[in-house]
């Protein structure tokens, strides 16, 4: 089965620093999808990446995809308070979503 | 922007009870999904619908789980007999059709003692 998994689990940085979040799964996808949680809320779609993509930006975000390493990076420039959250990386080769576990970012201001 | 809405954002039913968990999608999606986070887990996909039907469910979806598009709006997850273990956060998500992303709920919390 398909399974995402993020590192580092947990990430600590100052305001203004970047923040760089990678995921490897196993398995074919079609996309690719970012997503953020804050604490005890729903997930936030961030950005999709489709297989045939190789780079995609989105405001202060920056997702890679190598299919051939099986693995995505998601970067965040110039972090915030508010980025502070939980990511998780999500594949799909059906329909259905299949999170890794997810990166823990605090961001001190 | 629009947003899928959930009810209740908390559920708390004794073990054996039936419990309906209910999602409005976004209004012109087509695809409607739920999900599960037991705490401190991943996010575990249960279930997805489309025009009226089960597309596919995962194996946690057993006989005591089902789904209902009862009207034009509402979305539901029904647990016939709940046990200890069906404690989470439930997510409801849709999207439309085409790629496009799922865009989920902020979910209902179901506690079961």
Known sequence: SQQGEEDPQALSIQEGENATMNCSYKTSINNLQWYRQNSGRGLVHLILIRSNEREKHSGRLRVTLDTSKKSSSLLITASRAADTASYFCATDYTDKLIFGTGTRLQVFP | ?113
């Not at chain 2, 087509?30 to 037991?38: E, N, V």
């Not at chain 2, 509402?74 to 085409?98: H, P, Q, V, W």
Request: proline share 4%; with cysteine; hydrophobic share 30%.
């Open chain 2, 1 to 113: 922007e629009p947003e899928v809405t959930q009810t209740p954002s908390h559920q708390v039913t004794q073990m054996g009870q039936e419990v309906i968990l209910r999602c409005v999608p976004i209004s012109n999606h087509l695809y409607f999904y739920w999900y599960r986070q037991i705490l401190g887990q991943k996010v575990e996909f249960l279930v997805s619908f489309y025009n009226n039907e089960i597309s596919e469910k995962s194996e946690i979806f057993d006989d005591q789980f089902s789904v209902e598009r009862p009207d034009g709006s509402n979305f539901t997850l029904k647990i016939r007999s709940t046990k200890l273990e069906d404690s989470a956060m439930y997510f409801c998500a849709s999207r439309g059709y085409g790629n496009q992303p799922q865009h989920f709920g902020d979910g209902t919390r179901l506690s079961i003692l």
